[in-house]
């Protein structure tokens, strides 16, 4: 034998005997993965290259997909409860047993008052079907989670510029020189930035990042702007500042693609003060250049005069640009004004400004790209600004976060770099404005679906969900004076508001993938009180309590009935154009989930249970003419539901051929066509289309085409929402449909039509020499909400979490490792582990989100770090403010849309002496339906 024949080994052993493409679900961003597969089980996950969103790149969370689809916390059956409400004591049933309780608690809602039933769903990315069930049921009360995750950017893109960042769009990559990002959630759409971060750095291009928190993306960012939370608006207004001090905005863009040649009526006796002068058309009117007069602002061969003025009666009317000179060049908004507030020095505010002006204007892109705009004219080039941006839930979640998207946006928007080469571009099928989309809907009529849908994008006081006397009709108090434009409803005020029968009692509240027992719900431990509260009657307060999970979270220790979900390795699903979409600003796309493997245990997907329920109710839609379920289980209505003729959840390969690309009929080998294709469908934009989408004829016809519209839509950028305006209006005393005298103030301060800052509720509403400090969360980049922090593989990288402070608090309070902390809000007081951060804004502390276990939940054992020494800033978080001695609480929520002020958050930290054995507050284990995981989890195939 030779020496080397003794030392042989094989470096590349058959880790599989099949790969099986799907898509992951270890966090939204919805990556492809091939699935590996040896003797029939899971072996092992890598990225899928061919794959439109991830390109074969696959972060932590998705390589540890294994450990999640294989994890001790998966529920196995459908469960009784069986003990006290919180208890954690249930008893198996069967599935037939499971649906006949469910059916048997709402079929009589329905019948007498379908309002009665609350069905709000968490983090999942099926919502166009979960609303449609809700609908068909007849109730007001659903939403999902965005209302406390980011509505306030997500609306805010709406109603500036038809879409925002993240599903909405992305920059362009491969041409930006100049990249600024704020406050961004870390494990959202992290493989797209990360591969565009790399581009970006490989290039040589320049990373900003503004954020309290020096942490991820921001550690890698060339210059780091460690601001002040809550105060990003102001810091975004000060840039706007400068660049109109300088006369550095794009005046062509602006002419072309927004409303800021718009003439505003400044009447101030008009009742229509502050709308748009319109024409016999009804179209807003512009004041032509070339000749003087008002005209349609559509019409073509003219250009608005931005600095035209229209008078009439003796009355002078202007442009909505000249109200935005008026405002933004006021010494309230330059930079010596604002930094103190914002903790960012004059200078850094002017050198940011000047930057972004000379690589926006000196450094243009220029594609020699033929194209046709809406008018009918025709181009010769592309011309790009080479300056992007991107943001999410840091500055969302804020009380004033609604206010700071739309600054964002319209920072863009003067920039010129909204759907041009080397800005920000819109993915198909936005960008959307709010006509495009629907009014929200809330009648009822028992034993009839409800009229319309639930959520949608109000354009006025007339369209509130408001009943006869000026009560909410729904039971987050979505769409009224409190919060007007709350598209995406208020998840986070469901349960305390069924709680206080405010502004009605419920019966039964359904819940999916919605861990509103610990860390998706602010006030934790009062919002378990309520849970478990009875009233005088010895019954429940909130009657009724159906779940559904595929794992064995908090939430599920108080459901009266759990619906098992599986896990995301064993169902169906659908990535679709009506929902969620993963498409890129190239191409429309979409995608399946489908079940590489089997469950082993007594579990149903959520989204088939729904259609078993549908069925059972005998609900519209569920059920055919002859009262059979319609639909075997969601893979059948994923391939045969039709939400309009030729246009159904998926796009591609459609047709009894399946070569319908994005209409046609349905395809009965439609999924196996995905699954040959990876997983995916892909529909290529046209070179012609590639930007300026709004108002690009080519792409309208494609996208018409593929059923992303069903007309061609053109229309303009809302640098000024005149929506917003009417409810202003309204609160001034105009119109049907006001607000009741204790909001009218509120009402005409915060929906203002250009954007704003005002600090932040809590900052007015406490003593901020008591509370000087901010506390936030963020999410870990390798953890998705509480679903990572129970995987064998990610709790090695964080099995606890610290509350970090920076180097002022740390030295001043005498802080050393090992440390605990008492950390006292305005609401309660928390006691945890401390550790030092530098790079952090001085007056901020933080720490990861969800990482803080309750004992007994996810069959970790209660000895588990995470439920020891892990922690929650909930506790310190109520949902609403403090009294302000006016008789009310006001909602810890944006005026504007309700979302959930998170981040608003001040506290105050002293050393906790003597240091206790663990984090405070410690409840009570609850005991765990599923048992305890083995002490090692541990797979050899």
């Known amino acids: 034998m030779s020496k080397a024949s003794q030392f042989y080994f094989d470096t590349s052993p058959p880790v599989s005997d099949e790969v099986r493409k799907t898509t992951c679900y270890m966090c939204a961003c919805r990556c492809g993965i091939n699935v590996h597969m040896k003797d029939g089980q899971v072996a092992y996950i890598e ?12 972060c932590g969370k998705g390589s540890s997909g294994i450990m999640q689809h294989y994890a001790p916390s998966r529920l196995r059956a459908p469960l009784k409860r069986v003990g006290p409400r919180g208890s954690g004591e249930f008893e198996e049933i069967s599935w037939d047993e499971a649906l006949d309780i469910a059916a048997g608690w709402l079929e009589p809602l329905r019948k007498t008052d379908p309002s009665k039933l609350a069905f709000f769903t968490g983090r999942d990315q099926s919502q166009s079907f979960t609303s449609w069930f809700a609908q068909a049921y007849g109730t007001p009360n ?23 960042f993240w599903e909405f769009g992305q920059p362009d990559w491969d041409r930006t020189k100049l990249f600024m990002l704020f406050g961004v959630a870390e494990d959202h759409d992290s493989n797209p930035i990360k591969i565009g971060l790399g581009k970006l750095k490989e290039r ?29 608006g102001l810091f975004i207004l000060a840039l706007v500042h400068e660049l109109m001090a300088a006369g550095k905005v794009d005046l062509n863009y602006l002419c072309r693609y927004t ?31 070339e000749t003087g007069i008002l005209m349609d602002y559509d019409c073509p061969a003219i250009t608005p005069d931005l600095a035209g003025q229209f008078v009439e009666e003796g009355v002078t009317h202007r442009t909505v640009f000249q109200l935005m000179a008026d405002r933004y060049l006021s010494p309230d908004y330059a930079p010596e004004a604002v930094e103190a507030r914002t903790g960012v020095p004059a200078t850094r505010i002017k050198s940011i400004a000047a930057e972004l002006a000379r690589v926006a204007f000196e450094e243009e892109i220029v594609i020699d790209q033929p194209w046709t705009d809406w008018k009918g004219e025709r181009h010769d080039k592309m011309i790009g600004r080479p300056v992007s941006f991107h943001s999410m839930r840091g500055i969302s979640a804020h009380s004033n976060g609604f206010q700071t998207c739309r600054a964002l946006h319209v920072l863009q928007i003067l920039l010129g770099s909204v759907e041009v080469p080397g800005g920000f571009r819109f993915k198909p099928p936005y960008p959307k404005p709010p006509e495009a989309h629907p009014r929200p809907h809330a009648g009822v009529t028992p034993g009839q679906p409800l009229d319309g849908p639930h959520l949608g994008y109000p354009l006025g006081p007339e369209h509130l969900l408001l009943d006869d006397e000026g009560r909410a009709k729904r039971i987050d108090k979505a769409f009224t004076w409190e919060n007007p434009m709350s598209a995406h409803g208020l998840m986070h005020m469901v349960i305390s508001n069924a709680h206080a029968g405010d502004p009605y009692k419920i019966d039964t509240l359904f819940m999916y993938m919605a861990n509103m027992a610990w860390n998706s719900t602010m006030n934790t431990s009062e919002v378990m009180r309520m849970l478990t509260d ?56 979409d995608a399946i989930r489908w079940p590489v493997v089997e469950p082993d245990r007594d579990v149903r997907g959520f989204q088939t249970v729904l259609l078993q329920l549908g069925a059972k109710l005998g609900l519209p839609g569920f059920v055919c003419d002859e009262g059979w379920p319609k639909y075997e289980d969601y893979a059948d209505y994923i391939v045969n539901h039709e939400r309009r003729p030729g246009v159904g959840p998926l796009a591609g390969f459609r047709g009894e051929d399946g070569t319908g690309d994005g209409r046609g009929d349905p395809n009965p080998a439609q999924i196996d066509r995905y699954i040959e294709n990876g997983g995916f469908w892909v529909s290529h934009v046209p070179d012609e289309a590639t930007f300026y989408k709004p108002w690009n004829k080519g792409y309208q016809e494609w996208a018409v085409a593929r059923g992303l519209f069903d007309a061609e839509a053109p229309y303009v950028f809302n640098l000024y929402v005149e929506p917003m305006r009417k409810f202003q209006l309204a609160a001034e005393g105009h119109g049907a449909v006001q607000p009741p005298e204790h909001l009218r103030e509120r009402v005409r301060r915060t929906m203002d039509p250009l954007p704003i800052w005002y600090e932040p ?49 740390w030295d001043a309070h005498g802080f050393e490792e090992g440390d605990y902390a008492v950390v006292t809000s305005a609401h309660g007081s928390i006691t945890v582990p401390v550790a030092h951060q530098a790079g952090l804004n001085e007056n901020t502390v933080w720490t990861w989100n969800a990482i803080g276990k309750r004992k007994g939940a996810w069959a970790l054992d209660e000895g588990a770090s995470e439920a020891g020494e892990g922690f929650l800033l909930n506790h310190l978080i109520h949902e609403l403010q403090p009294p302000k001695g006016d008789g009310l609480r006001w909602a810890n929520s944006d005026p504007v849309t309700g979302q ?15 240091k206790p054995a663990e984090s405070q507050p410690a409840h009570p284990p609850i005991k765990s339906p599923v048992g305890k995981g083995p002490a090692k989890v541990a797979r050899k195939i």
């Open 142 to 164: 659903y939403a999902a989670h965005g209302g406390f995750c980011s509505v306030n950017m997500a609306a805010a893109g709406i109603y500036t510029m038809g879409g925002a």
């Open 900 to 914: 959930a002020a998170w981040f608003d958050l001040r506290v105050k930290i002293e050393k906790a002496v003597p």
């Open 259 to 289: 409303n800021a040649g718009f003439i505003v009526n400044e009447d101030p006796n008009s009742p229509e003060r502050g709308l748009f002068l319109r024409g016999k058309s009804g179209k807003p009117q512009v004041l032509a250049r």
């Open 47 to 58: 990225g899928n290259r061919d794959h439109p969103v991830n390109k074969g790149v696959l």
């Open 534 to 589: 009875k009233g005088e009657d010895g019954e429940y307060v909130i009657p009724r309590i159906i779940y559904s999970d595929a794992y064995s979270s908090e939430m599920v220790a108080y459901a009266d009935l759990i619906l098992p979900d599986t896990t995301y390795l064993e169902r169906h699903d659908c990535i679709s154009l009506l929902d969620r979409p993963i498409c890129e600003a190239d191409g429309a796309a």
């Open 761 to 809: 509720f809590e900052d007015g509403n406490i003593d901020t020499d008591e509370f000087p400090i901010h506390a936030l969360t963020q999410r870990p980049m390798h953890m998705y909400h509480s679903w990572g922090t129970q995987n064998a593989w990610l709790r090695q990288i964080t099995g606890k979490n610290s509350l970090y402070l920076p180097t002022k608090l």
């Open 204 to 232: 040589g291009a320049k990373v900003i990042g503004v954020n309290p928190i020096r942490s991820g993306y921001n550690a890698i960012a060339d210059e780091w702007v460690g601001i002040t939370p809550g105060t990003d």
